[in-house]
């Protein structure tokens, strides 16, 4: 069944070997057979209306929701704001004439994005929630809801939630902006991205005694790593860092490349691992300064490039795709290199101390 972990010995490896059928399931869900969007007009016309889009979540889901910021941008030329939840519940930001709300959440339950939830109700606002789970509270009260097929997700480490939430948010800012005549989003094929996607992370998973190598060579005895990055790529190295925090307990920052040299530089040790995650074209030449400056630190550096940008020395090449889909593959051996150091430290890796699944309170 679903929720049975067969030969798995925990869920979190399940769930991250399920994400290449999770992104075929979601193309097959939500985008007709020619390849269009298939989300409601109700839906559409209410988005169209707004002048700003305004994306709330906690955790792995506000990560997804830094990755829709360059979704909706690119594709839609709507400005997009992410907000954390429970920073947003109690200092609102100015908004915009007509905004639009999109609650990201895993388990629709989580009590912070609530929080916020309940304030957009009460201001007359409509909203749509992106969630894994059917009647939940945040789909309940929000006015749409957009399921997110990925199965039960049951590792508190959130891995297939967080994919098929970014891969939800290309398909609704596809459709968005092919509703307003945006000739990117006509242009982007986001049915062919999700098969090269799911390919891409099959390649990825297939991968995994590899990953377990570097995850036991690099980060079994560090008490502290950096994931670097610029643009999407620095939104993955949040999420990435978040992932090796939570359930292997090594003290790790998803860090801004650029920013690193204004203070953080400092932090570097012999041997303290870097990971330069490298899918953007403009900015890989910075990344990598960036990674050599700290490499005369003495840090171990790590990369993990898209393979149009690779070189002789990178240590891991994701498979190419459309470059505001590379989150959806580069994520992919982060959630490795946790999950192996987790499991070689003899953690519980479905189970870390300190947290639950949902959190529900504020
Ligand atoms: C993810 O690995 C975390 N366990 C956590 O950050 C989680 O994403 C957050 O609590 C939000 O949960 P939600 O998506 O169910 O709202």
Do not use: C
């Not at 390919?199 to 079994?220: C, H, P, R, Y």
């Amino acid at each position: 069944s679903e929720t049975d972990k067969g030969t798995y010995p925990f869920y979190m490896l399940k769930e991250i070997d399920e994400q290449p059928n999770v992104m075929r399931r979601l193309a097959q869900i939500y985008l007709s057979e020619t390849g269009e969007p298939v989300i409601s007009d109700k839906l559409l016309n209410s988005m169209k209306q707004a002048d700003r889009i305004y994306i709330v979540g906690a955790g792995t889901s506000y990560h997804a929701g830094l990755v829709g910021k360059r979704l909706f941008e690119n594709l839609t030329q709507t400005p997009t704001e992410v907000h954390i939840s429970s920073e947003f519940a109690y200092e609102q930001p100015i908004l915009s004439k007509k905004p639009f709300f999109i609650f990201l959440s895993q388990s629709g339950e989580t009590a912070d994005s609530r929080e916020v939830l309940v304030n957009v109700n009460a201001g007359g606002y409509e909203s749509l929630t992106i969630t894994n789970v059917q009647n939940s509270t945040l789909s309940r009260e929000a006015t749409y809801t957009l399921l997110l097929h990925a199965g039960p997700e049951i590792a508190v480490a959130s891995t297939k939630a967080y994919t098929a939430q970014i891969a939800i948010e290309a398909i609704l800012a596809k459709a968005l902006g092919e509703a307003d005549n945006q000739i990117v989003a006509q242009r982007f094929d986001v049915r062919h991205q999700l098969g090269l996607v799911a390919t891409g992370m099959q390649a990825l998973v297939d991968e995994k005694s590899k990953i377990e190598k570097l995850a036991k060579a690099s980060f079994l005895k560090t008490p502290n790593a950096f994931y670097i990055g610029r643009g999407i790529d620095w939104s993955v190295s949040l999420e990435a860092a978040l992932k090796l925090k939570e359930i292997s307990y090594v003290q790790a920052e998803g860090f801004a490349s650029g920013e690193l040299k204004h203070g953080t530089i400092a932090l570097i040790e012999k041997g303290t691992p870097v990971i330069g995650i490298i899918t953007q074209e403009k900015t890989a030449g910075l990344t990598r300064s960036n990674l050599q400056e700290t490499m005369a630190r003495g840090a171990q550096i790590l990369t993990i490039v898209s393979e149009s940008l690779a070189k002789p020395g990178d240590t891991l090449i994701l498979p190419d795709v459309d470059p505001l889909m590379s989150p959806l593959l580069s994520v992919v051996p982060t959630q490795l290199i946790a999950y192996y150091t987790s499991l070689n430290k003899g953690l519980d890796v479905d189970k870390p101390r300190n947290l639950a699944k949902s959190v529900t309170v504020e």
